[in-house]
């Protein structure tokens, strides 16, 4: 089954339109999120532009494909499969546009089960099998904040960036993921998940809630869980992630186990969120240098500072605490509890509150920091798309 992913096709003739609308309802793209727009190559290359590009673009060219594809590739995300519909059957332009990195060249007119097979031929045969991406996101300390950013984060990735994002809610007794994005949840997560063995795609999907496009939550019942997640279950969750999401983002309790170390050494990129004070300075420093040592081969940790420049409370100057630790945010967020209580109140992401805050554009720039896209329209400037 194709994995979570985004799918965008900009075509032209009525019978791509078609082929594509019905490969989008076909059973092995159920977990797909998909959309048709007219307008062919030109209006993907005009979009673009100023958009991100989805997992899988597919674009219907009426004209000489080698002409038009350079266009293509300048604004196209170097990461993104791309599917071109041509008119031109012929072997030495197939290897032509193959070279240059698309992923595949179907002949028009084309047909469902075409569309079906060629998608499934690049995700299926192995080669995107473990490309899926964890993020797992830790507080320093209690309350400074890390689930609330981590939520806003996947909402972000999923919502503005229109990646498709898992985000799971491993706090187990107090985890407020679905308070906080106004879903309903009834698993007892700890119960169905205590047994790794018995956990598999089917048990995932059953226990996934959509909030919205793009975001599917992971979240436990309000009960309080009687037991731990053990460490094996959580394995067992990154695996099952990475083959059906590109995106998952775990909001990692502050309390240390087993089962969070485990998630800190298998996630590709690890967010810590602290408090610019000393209890805070002494535990990040603590989590940094465990990071450092034990993932001595992946992109460094990143830092959030979070509930800068909070009334009444005294505090390090943010300048002092990155001074005295060595290490550098990556994004600064000051204290506004007038948003961040909204936000909470009313079941909404800052960004959906309040969408030109300070903060909103901080959690945007995390976001992209990690999906990658910061920057990424001058790295596909080189003529290359990703190669299936
Ligand atoms: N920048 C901010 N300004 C104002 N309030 C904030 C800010 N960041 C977080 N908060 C608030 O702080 C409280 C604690 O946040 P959150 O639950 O995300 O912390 P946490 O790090 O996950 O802690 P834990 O998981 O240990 O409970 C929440 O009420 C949240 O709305
Ligand atoms: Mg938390």
Redesign the pocket.
Known sequence: MIPHVSIRAFVHSPTASAAVERALADRHLARAQGEILSGGIAAAVAHYRAHVTPDVLIVEVERDVLAELPALAEVCDTRTLVLVIGQTNDVTLYKCVMQLGVSDYLVAPVDAVGVVASLRGLYEDGRQATKGKTYA?I?S???????????NVAWLMAAREEKPVMLADL?MA?G?ASLALDVRTQHKLTDVMQDAAQMDTALLDRLLIARGKHLQLLAPSAALAEAELPAASLRKLVELARDGFRNTVL?????WSPTVKEALLMADDVVV?AQPDLISLRNTRALLDFLVRSRPNDPAPKLVL???G?RKRPELAPAAFVEALQFKPTVI?????A???K??NTGQTIPEIAPRSA?SRELAKLSRELLGTEGAQKLSRRFSFRRG
Do not use: E
Request: aromatic share 8%; glycine share 14%; charged share 15%.
């Open positions: 996101f507080p300390k209690g309350g400074a904040g890390s689930s609330v950013i981590s939520h706090d107090f407020a909001d990692l309790p502050g309390a969120t979070n509930q800068v909070q967020v000051r204290s506004d509890p948003v961040f209580g936000a909470v903060a």
